[in-house]
T-cell receptor, first 112, second 112 residues
Framework: SQQGEEDPQALSIQEGENATMNCSYK?????LQWYRQNSGRGLVHLIL?????REKHSGRLRVTLDTSKKSSSLLITASRAADTASYFC????????????FGRGTSLIVHP | DTAVSQTPKYLVTQMGNDKSIKCEQN?????MYWYKQDSKKFLKIMFS???????INETVPNRFSPKSPDKAHLNLHINSLELGDSAVYFC???????????FGPGTRLTVL
């Protein structure tokens, strides 16, 4: 089944720096989503980008999608300690079940 | 006010026991899900119900039996618990074919 793979597995940066996480997937998709998971909590939806979109912004988040390379990136600008969390991409295959399939996530640590 | 709630938050039990996890959502969604997150944070779909009907049943041992008494509830019953069942179980909900999912806080199951 379709699965996103995040890269890197772990990322450690200083407050104020930008954080970039990547997601690659294998087959055609309807859309791709990014979620955040704080330690000990459930996932929280951040942003959804459709297959016909190339870039989307939400506050300090910028998501890009390159369907030719089957990849997406999540950029968090001017990171804060509160951004420390795991970030997951989720894809659903076009013509599929609309059930997003998650990767293993990128663990981001932002040092104050 | 909690959108998706799960009980209990922690569950510690012996091998061979039977246990249940309850999930309720007050978002008016018609689709609910159970996910299992392992120690490496891999999040895998187990079941999905739409309007109380099972629509997704991934390869899950039949010791796991979901029950949806109404659209707002999806409970998970596990028989004959095994060590490998130790994980965090997340309930989620959405509107059918709307990919954004809302997650509960998770239930950490530890089988001794």
């Amino acid at each position: 089944s379709q699965q996103g793979e995040e890269d890197p597995q772990a990322l450690s940066i200083q407050e104020g720096e930008n954080a970039t996480m990547n997601c690659s997937y294998k087959t055609s998709i309807n859309n791709l989503q990014w979620y955040r998971q704080n330690s000990g909590r459930g996932l929280v939806h951040l942003i959804l980008i459709r297959s016909n979109e190339r870039e989307k912004h939400s506050g300090r988040l910028r998501v890009t999608l390159d369907t030719s390379k089957k990849s997406s990136s999540l950029l968090i600008t001017a990171s804060r300690a509160a951004d420390t969390a795991s970030y997951f991409c989720a894809t659903d295959a076009s013509g599929g079940s609309y059930i997003p399939t998650f990767g293993r996530g990128t663990s981001l640590i932002v040092h104050p | 006010d909690t959108a998706v709630s799960q009980t209990p938050k922690y569950l510690v039990t012996q091998m061979g026991n039977d246990k249940s996890i309850k999930c309720e959502q007050n978002l008016g969604h018609d689709t609910m899900y159970w996910y299992k997150q392992d120690s490496k944070k891999f999040l895998k779909i187990m079941f999905s119900y739409n309007n109380k009907e099972l629509i997704i049943n991934e390869t899950v041992p039949n010791r796991f039996s979901p029950k949806s008494p109404d659209k707002a509830h999806l409970n998970l019953h596990i028989n004959s618990l095994e060590l490998g069942d130790s994980a965090v179980y997340f309930c989620a909900s959405s509107q059918f074919r709307n990919n954004e999912q809302f997650f509960g806080p998770g239930t950490r199951l530890t089988v001794l």
